[in-house]
């Protein structure tokens, strides 16, 4: 198990992943990655706006910032 110490914040932390486990949860998030970047390439600079927007109103009413 990784040490745990206390952070700035006063809480215990610990390493969340292992050096060896890099590569592999790389190569499972690469994908990802590279479909969002290439999801928006073709959109105009106002429908790429129009697009970001929408993601970030919708991680907005994830995250309950609507409600508070």
């Known amino acids: 198990m990784p040490a745990r110490r206390a ?3 006063g809480h215990r ?3 969340a992943l292992a050096a060896d486990q890099h590569p592999a949860i790389t190569s499972w998030l690469a994908p990802g990655a590279v479909a969002w970047r ?3 390439a073709p959109l105009t600079p106002d429908r790429r706006k ?3 927007g929408t993601l970030l109103a919708y991680e907005a009413a994830v995250g309950g910032e609507e409600n508070r």
């Open 7 to 9: 952070g700035a914040s």
């Open 13 to 15: 932390a610990g390493d």
């Open 38 to 40: 290439k999801a928006p």
């Open 50 to 52: 129009s697009f970001v």
